[in-house]
């Protein structure tokens, strides 16, 4: 089966400008969870959509957001970007809806976002 | 509501054996341990329920003290192929978020 697939792979901006990701779900899996990677701090949680709905969040500021579409896809955008937001991205999906309860969390390589 | 997690790294000689702690200071519901090679995205390992369970996977295994809120992940006779970072992830009883712990940096040397 195909595995969690992120869009794009590298992505730089400048200081200010909006950042859009992109994630799909392996087949199947109708959660999504987004997670943030910067140098030195292990994964942040950021946010999670289930079926739709975004269930919870880290966090983070309300510049931070998302979305989670029919077909289970996902989209992060963060606005107003940061120098420190530059991190790596990092999605997970999983088949299980309503929380997490002990099934693994299937990742994606992420996105590399760069912000000058 | 990050776990912690001990070492921060660790260099071994292969064949040598590890072990990396996570601790929580909340209830867990379970802990969840991933592999991260550079430029990799995390893999799954393994997931410790709350019961103290051990499980194991090839030469890496694992145990969760639910009395102490802390996993261990033990790698015996180390290859080259396990080297990495290690995190734990943690999960609490309403099961919504998995926190990770900042990582085990591990390299194993010829």
């Known amino acids: 089966e195909a595995g969690v697939t992120q869009s794009p792979t590298h992505l730089i901006k400048t200081r200010g400008q909006q950042a859009t990701l992109r994630c799909s779900p392996i087949?199947?899996?109708?959660?999504v969870y987004w997670y943030q990677q910067a140098l030195g701090l292990g994964l942040q949680f950021l946010l999670w959509?289930?079926?739709?709905?975004?269930?919870n969040r880290g966090n983070f500021p309300p510049r931070f957001s998302g979305r989670q579409f029919p077909n289970y896809s996902s989209e992060l955008n963060v606005n107003a970007l940061e120098l420190e937001d530059s991190a790596l991205y990092l999605c997970a999906s999983s088949p299980r809806t309503g929380g997490i309860f002990g099934s693994p969390l299937h990742f994606g390589n992420g996105t590399r976002l760069t912000v000058t | 509501q990050q776990p912690v997690q001990s070492p921060q790294a660790v260099i071994l000689r292969e064949g040598e054996d590890a072990v990396i702690n996570c601790s929580s200071s909340k209830a867990l519901y379970s802990v969840h341990w991933y592999r991260q090679k550079h430029g990799e995205a995390p893999v799954f390992l393994m997931i410790l329920l709350k019961g103290g369970e051990q499980k194991g996977h090839e030469k890496i295994s694992a145990s969760f003290n639910e009395k102490k809120q802390q996993s261990s992940l033990y790698l015996t006779a180390s290859q080259l192929s396990y080297s990495g970072t290690y995190f734990c992830g943690t999960e609490g009883h309403s099961g919504y978020a998995l926190n990770f712990g900042k990582g085990t940096s591990l390299l194993v040397t010829p």
């Open positions: 087949s199947g899996h109708t959660s």
């Open positions: 959509y289930d079926e739709g709905e975004e269930r």
